[in-house]
């Protein structure tokens, strides 16, 4: 039928562009040769741009090929609902079986970040699909540390708890609708309410207490703002110096102990003018939108405070540092920032303009993930001899934090698809490396 969205969602959610109907038929070979439409090159380029083999015929000694399943109701428009409950049940089929037996101790650590970016994080979730699905295992058994921000730190929390990428990704398709309802700020109850079920109303930080976690946010009710990490461990012992005087009294942090998950999740994802704070927590992505470098402080601290404590033997090499991003967005032209005192009314447009883009600039500036943090990164896991890997597509779009359109979101998952295959090599070697 040539119907471009619907033949990207499908694959997106996990569609097999490899198997055969019952005449031995894969899908490439069906498209190359029923295709008529004016969409049959985008169309062929657009499956090879994934891995589909264009003409793949059936060779004459291949065993048959499994009976056909009935399917005589067209599909509906677009037909969301059911690719997702349809790519859950597959994963779910799929999956390598987590409870196996436990893994030799590693002589190296091996960290994962996972970058800030609103509903943006479905890209996390597709490329820790592909991640998995290399290895053979879930994310949680192919890493030591966790961090993460805003919804990078939902999923961090998320990952410990053993909940699946499958599950998660047909996850956030219903959280935003729930969640981003109305205008800015949203109101905080249905995501309250939507974390609490999906992580217990009880449950504590320290509850499960491997792989380790870091979920970052901000320490508002001090001026100027400090960057908290809600751990589930205890924080380096080590005495640091306090970044600033102050003759003020602040409210005792709670510990992790009594620190409740679902809340830890909250106050990482507060970002301003979306959601409102979470007591005196904001969104951690106003400082660590990408936190890779504070997690490798931290576990540096870390590692200190063990050696000062006399256990060295428990000490492990930061061997291995895996940055996932949101997505780039193109780079646009800016046509003016200047901001100045106007004197007539085409002066005061421009100030006008010049104030919009300054804004949005500095925002962009306190939350970009990606260019100089990931140059320091990459440049300090060098100098300390750690290996580092940076995965972040190229996106087409600008796709905004609270994006509903399950087109949007389709395009965006499909570019990371695209993006994902270019990269299958980087991800089999980093599998085995994991492993």
């Excluded at 699946?164 to 109305?182: A, P, W």
């Excluded at 809600?230 to 110096?241: A, M, Q």
């Excluded at 100098?383 to 995965?391: A, E, W």
């Amino acid at each position: 039928m040539d119907h471009i969205e619907l033949i990207k969602g499908l694959i997106v959610f996990g569609a097999d562009v490899k198997i055969h109907n019952d005449l031995g038929e894969t899908p490439g070979l069906i498209a190359a040769r029923t295709s008529k439409g004016p969409n049959r090159k985008i169309l062929l380029d657009m499956l090879c741009s994934v891995g589909v083999q264009r003409c793949l015929p059936p060779s004459p000694g291949s065993p048959p090929p499994p009976p056909p399943m009935s399917n005589k109701t067209k599909p509906r428009g677009i037909g969301f609902d059911e690719i997702m409950y349809v790519g859950a049940a597959i994963g779910a089929i799929g999956k390598s079986e987590i409870d196996g037996p436990k893994m030799e101790k590693k002589k190296i650590d091996r960290l994962l970040c996972l970058d800030g970016g609103g509903i943006k994080g479905l890209v996390l979730i597709q490329m820790l699909i592909a991640l998995e699905k290399e290895a053979g295992r879930p994310t949680r058994d192919l890493f030591d540390w966790v961090a993460g921000t805003s919804t990078g730190g939902i999923l961090a929390l998320a990952i410990i708890h053993g909940k699946s990428m499958e599950y998660l990704r047909c996850l956030y398709f219903r959280m935003k609708e729930q969640v981003f309802k109305g205008s800015r700020p949203y109101e905080s109850a249905p995501l309250e309410d939507f974390l609490k079920k999906e992580f217990g109303e009880n449950t504590k930080m320290t509850d499960i207490r491997f792989p380790r976690v870091m979920v970052t946010s901000v320490l508002a009710d001090r001026h100027p703002g400090e960057l908290h990490i809600f751990r589930n461990y205890n924080p380096p012992s080590l005495s640091r110096e306090p970044s600033y005087t102050t003759t003020a009294t602040f409210k005792a942090l709670t510990i992790p102990q009594e620190q409740l998950v679902w809340r830890a999740a909250r106050s990482s994802g507060a970002a301003p003018t979306y959601f409102r704070p979470m007591g005196r927590f904001l969104d951690g992505g106003l400082l660590a939108n990408n936190p890779t470098l504070d997690a490798m402080a931290e576990i540096h601290q870390f590692n200190k405070s063990l050696k000062a404590e006399g256990h060295e033997v428990d000490i492990k090499k930061l061997g291995v540092v895996v940055s996932l991003g949101t997505g780039k967005p193109p780079q646009e032209v800016v046509t003016s920032v200047d901001v100045f005192r106007p004197s007539n009314p085409l002066e005061l447009a421009k100030t006008f303009v010049g104030a919009k883009e300054l804004g949005k600039m500095l925002v962009d500036c306190c939350t970009d993930s990606d260019g100089c943090a990931v140059d320091r990164a990459r440049a300090w896991c060098e100098m300390i001899d750690t290996i580092y890997h940076r995965l972040s597509p190229q996106l087409s779009q600008e796709v905004m934090l609270d994006e509903v359109s399950d087109e949007v979101l389709v395009n965006m998952l499909w570019e990371t698809q695209m993006y994902l295959f270019e990269k299958r090599e980087v991800l089999q070697s980093l599998a085995k490396m994991l492993l």
